[in-house]
């Protein structure tokens, strides 16, 4: 498995449990990822752990400015009636549009992969919608030309 997929996997994860709880603030941010034992933890590669940890705090640190912006796009459906996976999907993938080096594309692939892979089947549709229409109107791709080093690696 990808190393930065499978961190953005447990950053879901956790922040899926930490909105669930209703504890989505720096206060419960926990030291490992939700559902994981210490020694589960320590097997991690580094790289997943940092990586993971990033999204989970960037996330945290700028849910006010995400959530506008996730409101600001969904149009239809309120925040608080998207499902609590992809609720958390869009908000790891906001967060990276605005303070990550990753090309959008990667960002709104992963994003589907991880709706596909935890959410109901046809919610992935509305991740894309939401993700495809924001990145063409606020990130545009003309300036942002860095890739997912460790994604494009042929070592992964």
């Known amino acids: 498995m990808k190393t930065r997929h499978k961190a953005r996997e447990l ?8 909105d669930f709880n209703k504890e989505l603030d720096k206060d419960h941010i926990p030291e490992g990822f939700s559902g994981m034992t210490e020694s589960e933890y320590a097997e991690l590669e580094d790289e997943v752990k940092i990586f993971g940890r990033y999204l989970i705090n960037g996330t945290i640190e700028n849910l006010e400015q995400i959530d506008a912006l996730i409101t600001s796009f969904s149009l239809n459906r309120p925040l608080e009636r998207i499902d609590a996976v992809d609720r958390n999907v869009l908000r790891m993938s906001v967060f990276s549009f605005l303070y990550g080096d990753i090309h959008p594309h990667i960002i709104i692939d992963e994003a589907v992969k991880l709706s596909q892979d935890f959410s109901t089947e046809v919610n992935y549709k509305f991740i894309n919608g939401i993700l495809d229409t924001m990145q063409k109107k606020l990130f545009p791709i003309g300036g942002k030309t860095n890739h997912d080093s460790i994604e494009d690696s042929p070592a992964n």
Do not use: S
Request: hydrophobic share 60%.
């Open 11 to 18: 950053a879901l994860q956790t922040l899926y449990a930490m």
